[in-house]
């Protein structure tokens, strides 16, 4: 690691800044989408906070519940807070997939047909199985009329309504997973140039289908900021091209400690904030 090459480690810093500035565009499109009201800069922030809180906690889950938590305190009503954070996350998701999907082929042509020849078809199939999960909870408010008094239908409905302002209208749905394929195109990039960096024989290519679905992977919930789970799914999926285990190890290490670097300013963000209400939404749910 300490023979990484110092001016590919920096360019693959740089794009993932530029992944974060990415990042914090899809988050406040689906902020938009909702129509809720919270700045830019606002929201740039309180990504930071909670990037720095996925360092700590379990998965991406901890840094969720963070930003909900903040974006409440900053003026969002509970509901909206909850429901940007959740539907950006469903994004992401939707964007790994599609991404996944469309470079498989092209993958298929350069890799071991023995070795990748399941991954264009279990691929589609996320994506669809991803589909169906949007569409089933844009669907959460068909519930029966006897239920709807209850509380639990009634958030349920509101996240359906805010689903379908956020996926079934052509110019959020473009934006939203626009940047959300964006995002996971620059942190492949970044990846190819830390590999780069340790010269590892791998191309940009490799790392724009093999990276997503260990980006998938490492949204669960079972480790600290994916650290385990992460470098066990990269030793896997780079095995694919002919990586050896130990060099795709150490591409893991160094993405992860760069992935902590960029947490920092998050930390102190939030060691410098206080919470105060900026701004207030009218409603504390959606009509």
Known sequence: MLGADAVDLTVAGLVIFVQLIISVFRWHAVIIAIQAILPYWQTFRLYLIGLFFNQILPSSVGGDAIRIYKS?????????????VIL???????????????????????????????MLSFSIMMLLGGIGGVVLIMCLDRAPYRFRSWKLVRVLSNLAADTRRTFLSP???Y?????????????????????????????????????PPVM???????????????EGAMVAAFALVGVPAHDALVLSIL????????AIPGGITWLLTTDKKVETIADETHP
């Not at 409440?72 to 940007?84: E, F, N, V």
């Not at 490492?218 to 385990?228: K, Y």
Request: with cysteine.
């Open 72 to 84: 409440y305190r900053a003026g969002l009503t509970i509901s909206a807070a909850a429901h940007s």
């Open 88 to 118: 950006e996350r469903v994004a992401t998701v939707l964007g790994l997939l599609i991404l996944v999907a469309a470079a498989a082929p092209f993958f298929q042509n350069q890799a071991n047909q023995i070795n990748t020849s399941w």
């Open 171 to 173: 110019t959020h749905t």
């Open 175 to 211: 934006q939203v997973l626009g940047w959300g394929i964006v995002g996971h195109v620059t942190g492949s990039v970044a990846v190819y140039f830390i590999a780069k960096s340790i010269e590892l024989n791998v191309s940009v290519l490799d790392c724009l289908v093999l990276m």
């Open 216 to 230: 998938l992977v490492t949204t669960l919930p079972i480790s600290i900021a994916g650290w385990g789970v992460r």
């Open 255 to 262: 993405f992860g400690m760069m992935a902590v670097l960029f």
